[in-house]
């Protein structure tokens, strides 16, 4: 098992990939589907859910649509190799305490993962760099088609699937976009456009996830609404959604440069300073600096360095890549301490030019 989380690893995440550049880094769309004439996971008991995972892994591995999968059980899996998977977004918070009779289906580009057995019985989500939703949405689509023939889906004629949270309920379809949005943060504005998206019916998250804060400016913005909308409307409307916001971004950046060019070069160049100077940096801090460097870069204030190079900055940072990067466990000072030095080491080696 640790050696199919080391090839993880060494590959970068599809949520921050080469490509996931500019103002929308990534779009996803996840679907919740559950068998029919079984218990949803929190009231089967552990028999039952290992005897369905069994299942669902072998319909799995005879699909066409999904390329290469790797299967992992989650009763094998260490906190560290949780830490990962969650920190690529491949599974859930609640996934990642889930034990015997849950698992992670993951296709061998980390495009694609199917969390068997988390709320519900299957949790099927595509990723994309940048503002793709119809396309991913059309992946996970031809996945689930074809999924739903080998096994049968709860689903009602009257409200659609069925799901183990009634918010979910209709097309259990929850599709999000990931933005980055430093210039509405250093105007001032990011809160009122954040409230308006509330107002819309939209839901904004974290870099992580449900529950978790927006460091490094990085929202997620996600439908809330499963019922009463086709999927296709769902991902329409989102997506123009989504265009608008990046346009206020793009509005704001252009604003900061045009009046307060100084504030940022010094704001850029701050982070910089800290990211090559630290001796201790816990997560939060290390990717509210790298935000701002990445900001330079997207500017064309910072030349010498890459979003790629960031983007796998951010995701090794993180507890449970740092800890698979040092290969031991560290404490939490330790962390910190390990984390100051690697980025330092990543960094220096680049150079700052502004």
């Known amino acids: 098992m640790p050696m199919m989380i080391d090839e993880l690893v060494k590959a970068p995440a599809a949520w921050m990939s080469r490509r996931g550049a500019g103002v929308v880094i990534s779009s996803r769309v996840r679907l919740a589907r559950n068998l029919k004439d079984a218990a949803f996971p929190g009231w089967a008991g552990e028999d039952e859910c290992v005897r369905l995972c069994g299942n669902l ?25 949780r830490a990962v998977l969650r920190e690529r977004n491949l599974i859930s918070a609640e996934l990642a305490e889930k034990g015997r009779g849950s698992a992670l289906v993951v296709a061998g580009d980390q495009h694609v993962a199917v969390m068997v057995n988390e709320e519900d019985h299957i949790r099927l989500q595509a990723v994309r760099p940048g ?13 689930d088609t074809e999924l739903e023939e080998q096994v049968g889906f ?45 107002k819309l019916g939209l839901a904004v998250r974290g870099l992580f996830g449900e529950g978790t804060e927006a460091y490094g400016n990085m929202f997620q913005i996600s439908n809330q609404s ?22 206020h971004e793009e509005n704001a950046r252009a604003r900061l440069m045009e009046s307060r060019q100084t504030y940022v070069l010094d704001q850029v160049a701050r982070a910089y300073a800290v990211l090559t100077h630290a001796h201790v940096l816990n997560s939060g801090e290390a990717i509210d600096l790298l935000s701002g460097l990445r900001l330079g870069v997207e ?56």
């Open 57 to 81: 892994k072998q319909a799995m591995a005879r699909l066409e649509s999904l390329q290469h999968p790797l299967f992992l059980d989650m009763d094998k899996l260490g906190d560290t190799d």
């Open 154 to 198: 709860a689903f009602s004629r009257e409200l659609g699937y069925l799901t183990a949270c009634p918010s979910n309920v209709g097309t259990g379809l929850r599709a999000s976009v990931m933005m980055h949005l430093s210039g509405l943060k250093l105007t001032g504005e990011v809160d009122a456009v954040l409230n308006g998206l509330g």
């Open 226 to 247: 499963t019922l009463g909308e086709s999927e296709t409307e769902i991902i329409a409307r989102l997506t123009a959604i989504v265009k608008e916001v990046a346009q």
């Open 131 to 143: 503002l793709h939703l119809r396309s991913v949405w059309n992946r996970v689509n031809a996945i």
């Open 299 to 354: 500017l064309g204030i910072v030349k010498q360095l890459s979003i790629a190079a960031i983007n796998e900055t951010v995701l090794f940072t993180q507890p449970g890549h740092l800890q698979r990067l040092a290969g031991k466990t560290l404490s939490p000072d330790e962390r910190d301490m390990y984390r100051a030095e690697l980025v330092k080491s990543r960094l220096q080696q680049v150079g700052f030019q502004a």
